[in-house]
């Protein structure tokens, strides 16, 4: 049973390009989690989806930041317009389980030249 | 808003020493998740507790669930280098979905 996966796994965008990063959650898992994370910082929620829909953005930036998860395929998280500041580590997870134990991507690390 | 507490934020030792770290919250939760993180790396789940006093032993490693399900404590036996790493707690409550991740202890292990 694969594991969630997460690509690319380097990314670097200048700035005002965009990034488009990509999360296949494990089999049977239909909730995805984003998170982002500093160096030497803990993980930020970012938004949590279901198929096909949004249940919480409420650590997503109001602009340039989005996600979905379709019905079929990976999650997307896109972010428009790169600045430096978005650079990060930003990962992805999925569960199923009743006490939401989440099981997490490699990480994608985003460098924003 | 539900906030989980780790301390401390780093910890340096030397291998063959033990070690506690603690997650704390004012808020209940159903769940506790330990999860471990290397450098480059994405969390990996060690243990979930869910009932309120239980001990989950992992190897040199015990979890402990506080009565009141409120907080959590890892301790480490006789640590290695293998052992460096970030250590997160997480707390989830069923049918919430997300879950509130504290900000992680940073242990360093040196041999």
């Known amino acids: 049973n694969a594991g969630v996966m997460q690509n690319p796994r380097h990314l670097v965008r200048r700035r005002g390009q965009e990034a488009r990063l990509r999360c296949s959650p494990m089999?049977?898992?239909?909730?995805v989690y984003w998170y982002r994370q500093l160096p030497e910082e803990g993980l930020k929620f970012m938004v949590y989806?279901?198929?096909?829909?949004?249940?919480?953005e409420s650590g997503m930036p109001k602009e340039r930041f989005s996600a979905e998860f379709p019905k079929e395929g990976p999650s997307i998280l896109r972010i428009q317009q790169v600045v430096r500041g978005d650079s990060a580590a930003y990962f992805c997870?999925?569960?199923?389980?009743?006490?939401?134990?989440?099981?997490f991507g490699p990480g994608t690390r985003l460098t924003v030249l | 808003t539900q906030l989980l507490e780790q301390s401390p934020q780093f910890l340096s030792i030397q291998e063959g020493e033990n070690l506690t770290v603690y997650c704390n919250s004012s808020?209940?939760?159903?769940?506790l998740q330990w999860y471990r993180q290397e450098p480059g790396e994405g969390p990996v789940l060690l243990v979930t507790v869910v009932t309120g006093g239980e001990v989950k032993k992992l190897k040199r490693l015990t979890f402990q669930f506080g009565d009141a399900r409120k907080d959590s404590s890892l301790h480490i036996t006789a640590a290695q280098p293998g052992d460096t790493g970030l250590y997160l707690c997480a707390g989830g409550n069923t049918n919430a979905g997300k879950s509130t991740f504290g900000d992680g202890t940073t242990l360093t292990v040196k041999p």
């Open positions: 989806l279901q198929k096909e829909n949004i249940i919480d």
């Open positions: 808020s209940v939760f159903s769940s």
């Open positions: 997870a999925s569960s199923q389980g009743l006490y939401n134990e989440q099981f």
């Open positions: 089999k049977g898992h239909s909730h």
